[in-house]
């Protein structure tokens, strides 16, 4: 290879005409963050690391398919988040369990909701959420892509995008703001609820 | 947004729920909805509060930092691509010699949970004569039109975008590979149907199916008798009788993928066989065209629409009792509609009809 850093669509093309190294460096490249993306939005590690080898290995295996249309980050997001939708929903019939070693929001003492406890109560709020929702709002908020390129990694309209961002962060402060001590209630958070049902897709 | 709609919860609860509040703040309100939620906000400390809390959780999820992938983890994942890289490259072309193919050292390949452990040698003897058999019905190629999509380095033309007619074609062949899907493996499997010399075997053109012929009318057992093909019989023998058979068939397929991580697309369908008995549940659908093509459109709710592929297979539901047989089902592949690299797969049980919908799945890479 050359001195000049490749782009990720030339390390995808690399990789298509057969250089062994090139899908390795794409992925070393951006796994931080698909590890992070599969970690909040399946809220378990070992899961999140099962999720993310199936997904690099059907993008491995599937490159020669990428058209660039997009770019290859947002086709990377795109199999990962289903892969993880797809574990999510097999996973739905259980109840959620709690991260280990970092307390549930119902453990999370109330008056220490700052700094790192704040991350960790946020972080197993994002548990209880559907798993669209929260693939959504960690997309965007937390990972900071825009809406048109979350609408292409979820394959779902814009309109859709903000729609299930704005549900996801309702519900999210709803969860935070029960733990506030200055409110009263304290309800438990919800189960994460079943995915939608095939067929329909909420439009806005 | 109809006029007499409530702009918001203010009409029945007197305040605006936090569902509005956000929906105010992410833009999704109309301007009427927007002016209503400002000025009962002016006024009102209760929703003011919930403007606050949401403006913490927000600024909380923004502050989320960063998470490096933990070096288990990458090392387990460079494990697996190592593997998969190790593997010989192969075109797809289903009449060359390299669709035999090389068995990966089973030892270097980490162990997951939806691979499972087999015998390799017995492994080994599968993938072999199911080479043989990807190898003979090759040449049938050329005689299908439509199915076999795409080709190496995306040669092959693109897809129409719509799902109708989303396989350039009035008619499909369904293959029977006896499969057990399930939501974690269609991703997998999936795209092997797509690339794969798809033999026609179907009832209507069975005169040119290969010797070993091993399609089964439901309830016959002639097909665990008629299989004759060199090299074949051990493995179409154990597919071709009814029931006992097309269990010992499912394990078999769920084993050669489980043991064979590094198969491609290509690689995988030459170690598929596609004329696996038939569940009797599903007779009725795979040998009447036109009620598949129903049974299509109704799936995918879109009238007309011509799937690229369909297998029939079996479903194991992610909610039943692991002990529970899987269900026998049809999985219709079509173009995804906006998107031409990947299918959508609608998997469905025998009854076909609205509620017979076992899952759904977008956005697979083709």
């Known amino acids: ?204 | 947004v109809s006029t007499d709609k409530p702009p918001f919860d203010e009409a029945t609860s007197g305040h605006l729920s936090m569902d509005e509040i956000a929906d105010l703040d992410e833009g999704l309100l109309t301007n009427e909805q927007a002016e209503a939620a400002h000025a009962h906000l002016a006024d009102c400390v209760e929703c003011s509060d919930r403007v606050s809390a949401l403006e913490t959780s927000n600024a909380a999820l923004r502050d989320l930092g960063p998470i490096a992938m933990p070096d288990d983890v990458a090392t387990r994942i460079d494990a697996a691509l190592a593997a998969e890289a190790d593997a010989p490259a192969t075109t797809p072309d289903a009449q060359s010699a390299s669709n035999v193919t090389v068995m990966p050292d089973p030892s270097a390949i980490p162990r997951q949970r939806f691979r499972m452990p087999t015998a390799p040698a017995a492994a080994a003897a599968v993938v072999i004569v199911l080479a043989v058999v990807a190898i003979i019905v090759g040449h049938q190629h050329h005689h299908h039109n439509g199915i076999t999509v795409q080709e190496a380095g995306g040669a092959a033309a693109q897809p129409p975008l719509v799902r109708n007619p989303s396989s350039g074609s009035t008619d499909v062949t369904p293959v029977s590979t006896g499969r057990v899907y399930d939501p974690n493996n269609l991703a997998t499997y999936v795209p092997a149907l797509l690339t794969a010399s798809i033999p026609s075997i179907s009832p209507s053109a069975t005169t040119g199916a290969p010797s070993n012929d091993s399609i089964v009318a439901p309830g016959s057992t002639s097909g665990s008798t008629t299989s004759s093909g060199t090299g074949t019989q051990s493995y179409s023998g154990a597919a071709s009788g009814p029931s006992r058979s097309t269990k010992k068939h499912g394990k078999g397929a769920k084993s050669t993928a489980g043991t064979l991580p590094t198969l491609t697309a290509p690689r995988a369908a030459a170690a598929l066989t596609f004329n696996a008995a038939v569940p009797t549940e599903l007779a009725h659908l795979y040998s009447d065209r036109a009620a598949l093509l129903q049974c299509a459109a109704v799936a995918s709710d879109t009238a007309g629409a011509v799937p690229l592929a369909v297998d029939f297979g079996r479903w194991r539901s992610p909610t039943a009792k692991p002990s529970a047989k899987p269900v026998p089902a049809i999985i219709f592949v079509f173009n995804s509609v906006q998107n031409s690299n990947t299918v959508d797969v609608f998997v469905v049980s025998a009854s076909c009809d609205a509620n017979s919908l076992l899952e759904y799945k977008t956005g697979i890479p083709k």
């Open chain 1, 1 to 204: 290879m050359s001195d000049v850093p490749l782009g990720d669509a030339d390390l995808l093309s690399a990789h298509v005409d057969g250089d062994p190294d090139a899908f390795a460096e794409l992925v070393r490249r951006h796994r931080d963050r698909l590890w992070a993306v599969a970690l909040r939005t399946l809220g378990n590690p070992e899961d999140a690391a099962d999720a993310l080898q199936d997904a690099l290995l059907s993008a491995y295996r599937g490159a020669a398919g990428f058209r660039g249309g997009s770019a290859v980050t947002t086709w990377l997001h795109r199999i990962v988040v289903n892969a993880c939708l797809d574990l999510a929903r097999r996973k739905s019939v259980r109840p959620t369990q709690p991260l280990r070693d970092e307390p549930s929001v119902a453990a999370t003492a109330p008056d220490a909701i700052a700094g790192r406890e704040t991350s960790l109560a946020v972080t197993a709020a994002l548990r209880t959420l559907p798993f669209e929702q929260a693939a959504a709002v960690v997309l965007v908020d937390v990972e900071g892509y825009s809406v048109a390129e979350v609408a292409e990694m979820l394959e779902v309209p814009s309109g859709t995008v903000k729609s299930r961002c704005a549900r996801a962060r309702a519900r999210l402060a709803e969860q935070l703001q029960d733990l506030d001590p200055r409110k009263s209630g304290n309800a438990a958070p919800a189960q994460r609820v079943q995915s939608p049902a095939p067929y329909g897709e909420e439009q806005v």
